[in-house]
């Protein structure tokens, strides 16, 4: 029998990020008040989608909710008491959303006087940015407080600081200024990019969700692949990935599906540390799905002047080769433990489920569609799924109420709640986003005011001596020790102001052109793993509470199974194949400049995914040490220097001077395939 879900329960606990679950319950005096805020907020974001309104305003508008909202749903301490608002919590909520509103009531005149503030310009400046701070350690913890303060005492306490990253300085005013009178700083791009597209991703993922969208999900993919080997697990990854195309979060799906799944497969036999480190693992990798992606991929786009849809077409390679790497790494895991599928007969029948809530699925096409075919904006493209969404949150209920001969009002008045909570529901998710994306200007404004970059760009350079592939791995590790204080989005811009641009400069300093794009990734994808490292990733820490198991041991076993998505930013940034951008030598030498084309050959799309695919689960047999049976040492060497092959021809074909790299992939595909029916049969054979 597929598992019995509570959709109602399920919604109210979900939360996009983890700050969510830092957050007051909306109840008693504040649970009005917080619902018409939040309402309001929703209806401001759809209604600007259709209105030309000065981008400017929209921000400042923006943050001004976000920012009193952050005040009255978290308590200041952990400890406090959660079922009131304290007075001196609604008395900062007003001070704090109109300072961010300052901006926009006094836009005329700040715009007449650029650069030269007044004194009631920076005392509110002192004030917005001092209660931004505290937003942020509210809602996100104290990790983003800390690197925002550090980098305001850098701009001021420059000419102090050892040489090597000295700067001038610059004075209170100077620093207001450009913090905070200017779209440089906390009203710059990632507050932009939240305003204009994030929102309303989040709105139609949460309105989405709240019609039963998830539930469906969980169901279908239970149904499908419940009766493989393994299949509750892999029915965790199809659920996780499908979620978290509307989510974003890897603490959503871990909450989502997980709640079921994880119980599911502990059912079935598996110990409960590798449960819940299996949905870790697929629930991490829900960021990186597209269409959706999380906030994070809307901020590449915008940094790098690019579109969504390039930014997808970028990302889809690596992120489903990933997807199906983990489908191996279950399927290894079950043949290991000696596991089966579920029985035909205990499942429910996948055409009846699917057709079940097929009407969930022409949203996500709808967005697919315009995105993709008509090119439409984010923006609108969201704003059309939402509108979808809604006319299917009123209908569904009295076509059911009709279906089963009850009251129709009755339906009516369903979906209309469920259409009330939704637009709630997707407020509250952006509370944290909004206010990450707020105070992670802080550091891009700190950059642009600073020169920071080309000083960092050079301590970088001092410490790696100049070589490439420790620069890669600094980034790396760095993106994953922020991550663990940081949500993806905050560590993503804090990390792509930073050292985006250094692994660029310093790969054409060695004579690898890599672009932009590639790098973007590259900090994006560790960020992400950052949610299931130990000891504080907290996708970790909520799946182990659901499968009852020992939350470091989890996060090392996700993390394990999550080796595999931590390769593919090192292939795609030597291989720039697998995000399908092609070089083009411009002035007859690869040192001097290049610009990139898209690879738009759908023969070639093809062989690259499946040479993609073929390698990742070499890699994956080496880490598990299973191929078709038990790998010795030498074998998981060997399917090492396959999957290194395969990801990476050009290693060979250069040195043999072989026109077409891909030839080289031929001797690793064959050896990959003629020791898999080796072993197979060896196997079979004990």
């Not at 929102?199 to 149904?223: C, T």
């Not at 407020?427 to 891009?444: D, E, H, K």
């Not at 090492?640 to 990801?647: E, P, R, S, T």
Request: aromatic content about 10%; hydrophobic content about 55%.
């Amino acid at each position: 029998m597929a598992p019995k879900t509570d959709s109602k329960t399920t919604q109210n606990v979900i939360p996009t990020q983890e700050a969510e679950l830092r957050s007051r319950p909306a109840t008693n005096l504040n649970q009005h008040l917080l619902a018409i805020l939040a309402l309001c907020w929703s209806i401001f974001q759809l209604w600007v989608v259709r209105e030309a309104i000065n981008d400017t305003l929209v921000r400042g508008i923006h943050l001004s909710f976000a920012i009193t909202l952050a005040y009255l749903s978290f308590p200041a301490l952990k400890g406090a008491k959660r079922d009131y608002t304290p007075l001196i919590d609604i008395v900062l909520a007003l001070v704090a959303g109109f300072g961010a509103l300052y901006v926009v009531l006094n836009y005329d005149a700040i715009a007449q006087r650029p650069g030269v503030p007044i004194f009631q310009d920076i005392i509110f400046g002192v004030i917005t940015l001092t209660l931004l701070l505290e937003a942020s350690r509210r809602t996100l913890g104290p990790a983003l407080m800390v690197i925002g303060s550090i980098f305001l005492a850098y701009c001021y306490f420059g000419p102090s600081l050892p040489d090597i990253i000295a700067h001038r300085g610059a004075s209170v005013n100077k620093i207001i200024n450009h913090m905070y009178l200017t779209t440089e700083g906390i009203f710059g791009v990632p507050l932009r990019v939240s305003a204009s597209f994030v929102f309303l991703f989040v709105l139609f993922g949460a309105l989405l969700d709240r019609a039963g969208a998830g539930h469906y999900f969980i169901q279908l993919s239970y149904a499908a692949l419940g009766r493989f080997r393994g299949g509750p697990a892999k029915a965790a990854i199809a659920a996780s990935g499908l979620t978290g195309m509307i989510s974003g979060s890897s603490i959503a799906n871990t909450v989502t599906t997980g709640t079921f799944t994880i119980p599911l497969m502990k059912k079935l036999g598996f110990p409960a540390t590798k449960a819940g480190a299996i949905e870790v693992a697929a629930s991490t990798n829900g960021q990186l799905m597209p269409p959706i992606m999380g906030a994070a991929a809307f901020i590449i786009a915008e940094f790098l002047g690019i579109s969504y849809v390039d930014v997808v077409k970028a990302a889809f390679i690596p992120a489903v080769v990933s997807y199906l790497g983990l489908f191996y790494v279950v399927h290894l895991e079950a043949c290991k433990l000696g596991l089966k599928g579920i029985p035909k007969n205990q499942l429910p029948p996948v055409l009846k489920t699917f057709m079940s809530g097929i009407h969930f699925l022409l949203p996500v096409f709808l967005l697919i569609y315009t995105l993709v075919i008509e090119r439409q904006s984010a923006g609108l493209a969201a704003f059309n799924a939402i509108m979808m969404v809604m006319v299917i949150m009123v209908l569904q209920q009295p076509i059911l109420a009709y279906i089963h001969k009850t009251s129709i009002s009755n339906g009516f008045n369903k979906g209309f709640s469920d259409l009330y909570y939704g637009l709630i529901d997707g407020a509250r998710y952006m509370i944290p986003i909004a206010i990450a994306t707020a105070a992670a200007g802080l550091v891009v404004g700190t950059i642009t005011l600073t020169g920071l970059g080309q000083r960092l760009m050079e301590v970088i350079e001092i410490i790696s001596m100049g070589n490439l592939l420790l620069v890669l791995v600094f980034t790396a590790i760095t993106s994953l020790i922020l991550g663990m204080g940081l949500p993806t989005t905050a560590n993503y811009i804090v990390m792509a102001s930073l050292t985006a641009p250094i692994v660029v400069q310093l790969g054409g300093d060695s004579g690898l052109l890599i672009p932009a794009i590639a790098a973007h990734l590259f900090v994006f994808y560790f960020g992400i793993l950052a949610d299931d490292t130990p000891p504080v990733g907290l996708a970790a820490y909520a799946a182990a509470a659901i499968a009852h198991a020992d939350p470091i041991k989890t996060g090392i076993q996700g993390f394990t199974y999550d080796m595999r998505t931590a390769i593919l930013p090192f292939m795609f940034i030597f291989n720039t194949d697998l995000i399908l951008i092609q070089g083009i030598e411009v002035g007859g030498s690869a040192m001097q400049s290049s610009s990139w084309i898209w690879i738009n050959d759908w023969t070639v799309w093809v062989s690259l995914f499946c040479l993609a695919t073929i390698a990742m689960f070499a890699f994956v047999s080496a880490i598990m040490g299973w191929n078709a049976g038990p790998a010795k040492w030498w074998e998981r060497l060997l399917l090492l220097l396959i999957c290194l092959g395969l990801f990476r021809p050009d290693l060979l074909s250069e040195s043999m001077g072989i026109t077409n790299k891909y030839y080289m992939a031929i001797p690793p595909l064959l050896l990959y395939g003629a020791l898999t029916l080796w072993k197979k049969r060896t196997y079979q054979n004990i």
